[in-house]
T-cell receptor, first 115, second 111 residues
Framework: DAGVIQSPRHEVTEMGQEVTLRCKPI?????LFWYRQTMMRGLELLIY????????DSGMPEDRFSAKMPNASFSTLKIQPSEPRDSAVYFC?????????????FGDGTRLSIL | TQLLEQSPQFLSIQEGENLTVYCNSS?????LQWYRQEPGEGPVLLVT?????EVKKLKRLTFQFGDARKDSSLHITAAQPGDTGLYLC???????????FGTGTRLKVLA
């Protein structure tokens, strides 16, 4: 079975540009999570969806960040305008259900560099 | 704010040695998970512990959940170079189902 698929794997762009990160969760999973990982702050939860509905976006750093999940098989995380401090690895993860001890399955991440 | 502190932050040991990684919080979690992450990849789940005092074994890895469900430990026996990676604990908040990830322990096992 295919795991969580993220694209692109790497993105390098200049500050001020719009960045869109994409995620395809595992089929049948109804919870989706976006994380950001940096050396300084570790792995931080940005937002998560349950059944395509945003449940908690308290981790989204600023209004420049937005996330959508138009259907069960696709989600995007958008940064507009991007800034150098947004440079990080962004992970998407999905989970079968909202039951707390279910495992999250992570994609391989998008390494984002804002120049 | 819930925090999960892991110690040590970095660990470099020789093949064959034993080690223990700790994950501590002042908050109670409904369950706790341990993940291992290798460079260029996302974290991969190793184990989930649910009951206070629970002990789980995965080959040479032993995981324990504290009695009060606030802390956990990971013990590796006879470490091997293949154990090298970033180890992350993650507590699950019973009310929100959010995962709170620990600060991470970077382990390097030298051959």
């Amino acid at each position: 079975d295919a795991g969580v698929i993220q694209s692109p794997r790497h993105e390098v762009t200049e500050m001020g540009q719009e960045v869109t990160l994409r995620c395809k969760p595992i089929s049948g999973h109804n919870s989706l999570f976006w994380y950001r990982q940096t050396m300084m702050r570790g792995l931080e939860l940005l937002i998560y969806f349950n059944n395509n509905v945003p449940i908690d976006d308290s981790g989204m750093p600023e209004d420049r960040f937005s996330a959508k999940m138009p259907n069960a098989s696709f989600s995007t995380l958008k940064i507009q305008p991007s800034e150098p401090r947004d440079s990080a690895v962004y992970f998407c993860a999905s989970r079968y259900s909202q039951v707390s001890n279910q495992p999250q399955h992570f994609g391989d991440g998008t390494r984002l560099s804002i120049l | 704010t819930q925090l999960l502190e892991q110690s040590p932050q970095f660990l470099s040991i020789q093949e064959g040695e034993n080690l223990t990684v700790y994950c501590n919080s002042s908050s109670v979690f409904s369950s706790l998970q341990w993940y291992r992450q290798e460079p260029g990849e996302g974290p991969v789940l190793l184990v989930t512990v649910v009951t206070g005092g629970e002990v789980k074994k995965l080959k040479r890895l032993t995981f324990q959940f504290g009695d009060a469900r606030k802390d956990s430990s990971l013990h590796i026996t006879a470490a091997q170079p293949g154990d090298t990676g970033l180890y992350l604990c993650a507590g699950v908040d019973s009310g929100t189902y959010k995962y709170i990830f620990g600060t991470g322990t970077r382990l390097k096992v030298l051959a």
